[in-house]
């Protein structure tokens, strides 16, 4: 009787070990972007400022690439495709310097919230599926954690919101 409990107090911590573990060793999802601070700001003035970093690419530079390609390379989720335990959490950090998101959707190729945006890549000023509230918007610098409650075992996918093509793929096991 006691090597049997001796075994089931055994398991039962090894048990907890593993979900402390996974809990703290939550899986990490980073926004990237390199836009240009001058011209991004020039182009779309708002406050706070569209653009807070120091990249390059100017926004002639980005809605070429968009036009061209229906993407922008350096706006990216790094890296894109992430598997996690079931009972992580999901830490998002926003390294880029635009606004970004990480929001659920039921598919990716749709648009997002930014209508001038999707008439360039998907010829229409609305997006063409349900993404999931929340949005989950972060600003440039930010950080957000995906509760572990919300990763359910199985395969979810993200975007961002404001930059449709910035896709993440969520495996749960």
């Given at each position: 009787?006691?090597?049997r409990?001796?075994?089931?107090?055994?398991?039962?911590?090894?048990?907890?070990?593993i979900?402390?573990?996974?809990?703290?060793?939550?899986?990490?999802?980073?926004?990237?972007?390199?836009?240009?601070?001058?011209?991004?700001?020039?182009?779309?003035?708002?406050?706070?400022?569209?653009?807070?970093?120091?990249?390059?690419?100017?926004?002639?530079?980005?809605?070429?690439?968009?036009?061209?390609?229906?993407?922008?390379?350096?706006?990216?989720?790094?890296?894109?495709?992430?598997n996690?335990?079931?009972?992580?959490?999901?830490?998002?950090?926003?390294?880029?310097?635009?606004?970004?998101?990480?929001?659920?959707?039921?598919?990716?190729?749709?648009?997002?919230?930014?209508p001038?945006?999707?008439?360039?890549?998907f010829g229409?000023?609305?997006?063409?599926?349900?993404?999931?509230?929340?949005?989950?918007?972060?600003?440039?610098?930010?950080?957000?954690?995906i509760?572990?409650?919300?990763?359910?075992?199985?395969t979810?996918?993200?975007?961002?919101?404001?930059?449709?093509?910035?896709?993440?793929?969520?495996?749960?096991?």
């Amino acid at each position: 009787m006691v090597v049997r409990f001796s075994v089931l107090a055994a398991a039962i911590a090894a048990f907890l070990t593993i979900a402390a573990v996974a809990s703290a060793n939550p899986g990490r999802v980073v926004a990237q972007d390199d836009c240009d601070a001058a011209s991004f700001n020039a182009a779309v003035p708002a406050n706070p400022p569209t653009c807070v970093g120091n990249g390059t690419t100017t926004f002639d530079s980005f809605i070429g690439q968009l036009v061209d390609h229906k993407f922008a390379g350096a706006w990216h989720f790094a890296p894109n495709r992430i598997n996690v335990k079931a009972g992580s959490s999901l830490q998002f950090e926003n390294r880029g310097g635009e606004t970004h998101s990480l929001t659920q959707v039921t598919q990716f190729g749709g648009g997002g919230i930014v209508p001038p945006l999707n008439l360039i890549l998907f010829g229409t000023t609305t997006p063409p599926f349900f993404f999931f509230p929340p949005l989950n918007i972060v600003p440039a610098g930010g950080t957000l954690t995906i509760p572990a409650a919300t990763l359910t075992p199985g395969t979810h996918l993200f975007f961002c919101v404001i930059h449709p093509w910035m896709e993440e793929t969520v495996r749960v096991s």
